[in-house]
């Protein structure tokens, strides 16, 4: 069964003309926040969420835990519809939000037990997610005012994995961690991955998503551009190649996979490569190689190959008006009234 599955999910933020509004200002019309996405998440796998700010990825977040209804399509999580049964999944789904705000008169300890109140489900998770953290007793009765942005983060990610939900929503994850601690979640992601959950995770940091994800969808402007395996993905990438021959060069043009030859004046060949990496060693056979580098090929180069090769889309409004709506449907810092 899938976990999580959309089908042409589609959500517009439509804009009217204000009575007031200022000399030679032109109305805005409608935001196309997302547009006909179709992705399934299966279950027990952890599944990147890729795209820059306002590519959709908030607004894709907030239709599946029910904080807005979409324009047109549909979506499931667990077969639940994220319409009718938006209570239900949330009772079963562990959110962390980019730049989640915190009450911050409570201590870390009541704030968990409040949030983890409001699941229904007991915190069965609470105590080896601090441990792990580095979330001592001692400073969980610190009130939340006191604790630095690492401190709000780790308490973000106690949060939503304290009841052990099915399914995790994760939007940037790690930000504000020091390297110890994201290794630390990395950890806890490799645990829950085994343990058969799934994870939605959202990040600007690719690194990471190479790091922990088995598949990725890559949006832009709304739009899916790419969904494969990581590794699969990789395995497209040019490799980058640096060598030096003690004789004349080889001859590299024509090879199989081999693109962009040049020799440089200091003595160095430069080219990329593809594909298998035979018939570009059978091309140095004969030759007294006397340094070779290949570059792995990285997540980072193949997004930004997709985002280059993307044809720009006619759009009703400015390049920034889709930014703007993303981020218009992220909930600012909280002003309700802390419980008492």
Known sequence: MDALVTSGLTKHYGHRELPIHRPGQRPVGAVRALEDLTIAVREGEIFGFLGPNGAGKSTMIRLLLGYLHPTAGSATVFGRDIVRDSVEIRRRVGYLPGGIALYDSLSGERLLDYLG????????????????????????????????????????????????????????????LDPLMQRAFYGILDDLREAGRTIFFSSHVLSEVERVCDRVAIVRRGRLVALEDVASLLERRKRNVELRVAEDPPRLDGIPGVSSVRVLPDGRITCQLDGDVGPFLAALAGHRVTDLTIEPAHLEEAFLELYEDAEPEEDETSPDAAAQADAAASPGPSTARAPR
Do not use: F, N, W
Request: proline share 5%.
């Open 117 to 176: 109140g409001l699941t229904g489900r007991p915190s069965k998770r609470r105590a080896e997610l601090c441990d792990r953290l580095e979330l001592s007793t001692r400073t969980l009765r610190r009130t939340v005012r006191d604790y630095s942005r690492g401190m709000r983060q780790k308490i973000g990610i106690v949060q939503a994995l304290q009841h052990d939900p099915e399914l995790a929503i994760l939007d940037e994850p790690t930000e504000g």
